[in-house]
Nanobody, 123 residues
């Protein structure tokens, strides 16, 4: 079965950085559209960033443009989310996902999901 596992979350101070990782088993990321979503308590799941099979093609939500970068390492079959200049409003559980629609910001179009990793940004 396909399995996606996120790691790298934690507690950081505002202005700090984290790099989230998403490792896959029985799925090759280079053959899928990949994305990151987040969900804060009491809020809907929110699109963060996506990357196509072409590494140069990425798409970020307006809320994270200039601060977050999605990337992929094909040799490690891992997708990353580099998060810089973190703000308290970035606090959420972050999920990685894979699907068939390039640069989709609709979570319904992603088929495979990880279990999430908690990111907490203190003020």
């Amino acid at each position: 079965q396909v399995r996606l596992v996120e790691s790298g979350g934690g507690l950081v101070q505002a202005g700090g950085s984290l790099r989230l990782s998403c490792a896959a088993s029985r799925l090759t990321f280079s053959n899928y559209a990949s994305g990151w979503f987040r969900q804060a308590p009491g809020k809907e799941r929110e699109f963060v960033a996506a990357i196509s099979r072409s590494v140069s093609n990425t798409y970020n939500a307006n809320s994270v443009k200039g601060r977050f970068t999605i990337s992929r390492d094909n040799a490690k079959n891992t997708v990353y989310l580099q998060m810089n200049s973190l703000k308290p409003e970035d606090t959420a559980v972050y999920y990685c996902a894979a699907g068939f629609y390039e640069h989709s910001d609709d979570y319904h179009q992603y088929v495979y999901w990880g279990q999430g990793t908690q990111v907490t940004v203190s003020s």
